[in-house]
Every structure is written in C-alpha cells, then in structure tokens.
C-alpha cells in the first residue's frame, strides 16, 4: 500500500542553524509532492509544490530536493527562527487524480 | 492568498447528537472541497470529496450516511456528522483547491475540533 514516511520523533535545533526534515514514500509514483505547516489546532498551510522532474526548488528560506529514484524529498529552512517551531506535513499527489496522501509530519522546534 | 472558514471551531455534544461543519471558500468559488480527518499526532485522512452540483465521493471506509455532505454552493460545503458517537471526535479541517479543481494547491480551513461525550 502506498505510504509516505516522516520522522516521527521531533526535530530540535538552535536558532540560525539549518533544519533538514525527511519524507521518504513507497508504492507511489507522485507528480508532486508538497510540504504543509501546520501549528497546533490549525490547518495546514501551504508551503511549496515540486512537480516530479523538478530535482530542487527554493523558496526564500525554504529549499525542497525531490529524488524520485530515492523515493525522496528534503525539507530545508536555513537561517531557521523560533517562530519557524511548528509541525511540517510532507504530501503527495499524483498526475489527473484529486487524492492527495499525506505523511504524519515532522514536529520542529527552533530554540532562541 | 485564498481564505478558506470553517464553522465551528469547535464543538462538544452529547453522543447520538448530529453535528454540522461548514465549510466557505471567502474570495474565490470552489467546485471541489476536501474534508479530511486528523487524529492527534496522525496525518490527515481525506474523508470525502465536496462536488458543488453533485453527490459528493467518499473515501473507502468511509460512511456516506454518518457524513453527510452538502455542497450547497460555490462557496459552501457543509459536513454533517449523524448520530455522532465518542469514536467520531477528532479535528475535522475542509481544503478548496484554487484553480480548476486540481489539487496542486489546497488551501485548508482552520479545522473544527469534535469532542463527542
């Protein structure tokens, strides 16, 4: 069955330093993958989109890898603030369908 | 960016209750909204696809007559929950797509948070 796999153990880094989160998946063959935020009691909100012959992309602070040999994506927020701790969803969506699959997310916590 | 509501934020009542969620996409018209369900520290699972003229789709698992869904509008989609028991409450959050019903961006609700007694 299709899964989407990210670390479930929280993700604790210092203030400036870069945070690097995971999403690995199997059984699936997405025309895109996106990352969420989603803060405690809220939805997610949309972060960034690579479609799947795109092998990096950056947006201000953020940067996304997509390896589809791999099965892969990475997550990166450089010069990263504590007002980046939040937890950050990876999901998938492939070509014509409307389903997208989303991983459990990755808590991230950004100490001053 | 697009501004998706839901209403109510939350909501407790008592088991065999019915419950509705709405769901408005506030400045721009949605033919499809998703309604998923996410259990603490879990990802979200899609519930049920919203189609404005139509019957909505619904996940397999998933009960058509305890979730009802209404898409009564280009801008509004309700979800009701039937005869709610304890197992049904979880945090219930609605997307809209922006452009021409494709997925590749959602813009979710803030969620509406079900406790069931």
């Known amino acids: 069955s299709q899964k989407i796999e990210q670390n479930s153990e929280a993700l604790n880094i210092q203030e400036g330093k870069t945070a690097t989160l995971t999403c690995n998946y199997t059984?699936?063959?997405?025309?895109?993958l996106q990352w969420y935020r989603q803060d405690p009691g809220r939805g997610p909100v949309f972060l960034l989109l690579?479609?799947?012959?795109?092998k990096k992309k950056r947006k201000e602070r953020l940067k996304v890898t997509f390896d589809t040999t791999l099965k892969q994506s990475l997550f990166h927020i450089t010069a990263s603030q504590p007002a980046d701790s939040a937890t950050y969803l990876c999901a998938l969506l492939n070509t014509g369908g409307f389903k997208t699959i989303f991983g459990a997310g990755t808590r991230l916590f950004v100490k001053a | 960016g697009a501004v998706v509501s839901q209403h109510p934020s939350r909501v407790i009542c008592k088991s065999g209750t019915s419950v509705k969620i709405e769901c408005r996409s506030l400045d721009f018209q949605a033919t499809t909204m998703f309604w998923y369900r996410q259990f603490p520290k879990q990802s979200l699972m899609l519930m049920a696809t919203?189609?404005?003229?139509?019957?909505?789709?619904?996940e397999q698992g998933v009960e058509k007559d305890k979730f009802l869904i209404n898409h009564a509008s280009l801008t509004l989609s309700t979800l009701t929950v039937t005869s709610a028991h304890p197992e049904d409450s979880s945090f219930y959050i609605c997307?809209?797509?922006?452009?021409?019903?494709?997925?590749?961006?959602?813009?979710f609700g803030p969620g509406t948070r079900l406790l069931v007694l």
């Open positions: 059984n699936y063959s997405p025309a895109y």
């Open positions: 919203s189609n404005e003229g139509s019957k909505a789709t619904y």
């Open positions: 690579i479609r799947e012959n795109e």
């Open positions: 997307s809209a797509p922006l452009a021409g019903g494709a997925q590749e961006t959602q813009y």
